[in-house]
């Protein structure tokens, strides 16, 4: 797993040592990017959910973001988070808050103009992206959302007052995007 394009393209990114965290593979995240640029998503402040490694975030701040709050419940996988922003040289723009998605979300404020999600189950969670808009973290009009989720899995027609404008699939994951 490695750092794709940007500022810091090329970093190899350490794995969380859990099997329970399986990273967005390297085509998987080009295409998520290369989908957010052609669409002309502002990356400024991003928000990176059930972030396991880190790398979505990473490849993120990479790419221009100026700053990124990452969300991971694993302690292990935040000191792989912590460890990847120190190899590409961001940290001073990465926070980890290493809590439960649902526990985290009360604690974070102000707007994202990206939010990235790759939780493990996408059904069991958009009741809890849901709380997004319900807190002020997203806007339509100013937010996209990513959410990554199984190709066998229809992700809702709307999401967090956001509206899904694209999916795309790569073999078993799918990834949908809502403005």
């Known amino acids: 797993m490695r750092v794709i394009a940007g500022r810091a393209k090329g970093h190899r990114l350490a794995g969380p040592p859990s099997r329970a ?19 002309g998503a502002d990356l400024s402040r991003t928000l990176d959910l059930y ?7 990473i ?10 709050d990452f969300v ?16 590409t040289g961001f940290e001073g723009q990465g926070e980890v808050v290493c809590l439960p998605v649902e526990r985290a979300l ?15 189950y996408a059904q069991e969670a958009t009741a809890t ?3 997004l808009a319900e807190r002020g973290l997203v806007e339509a009009g100013r937010s996209t959302l990513v959410l990554e989720h199984s190709s066998r ?9 956001l509206t899904q404008v694209k999916t795309l699939k790569h073999g078993d994951s799918a990834v949908s995007l809502y403005r």
Request: proline content about 6%; some cysteine; glycine content about 8%.
């Open 51 to 57: 972030a396991g490694s880190g790398a979505l975030g």
């Open 72 to 87: 991971e419940r694993d302690a292990r996988a935040c000191a792989s988070i912590r460890q990847n922003l120190s190899k």
């Open 129 to 131: 992206l849901e709380v």
């Open 153 to 161: 899995e229809e992700a809702p027609e709307r999401l967090a007052g």
């Open 106 to 120: 009360p604690r974070l404020e102000g707007l994202y103009t990206l939010v990235l999600a790759d939780p493990p």
């Open 59 to 68: 490849e993120a701040l990479s790419r221009g973001a100026q700053r990124c």
């Open 21 to 39: 965290t399986r990273p967005t593979s390297d085509l998987v995240r080009g295409a998520i990017f290369s989908a957010l640029d052609s669409m």
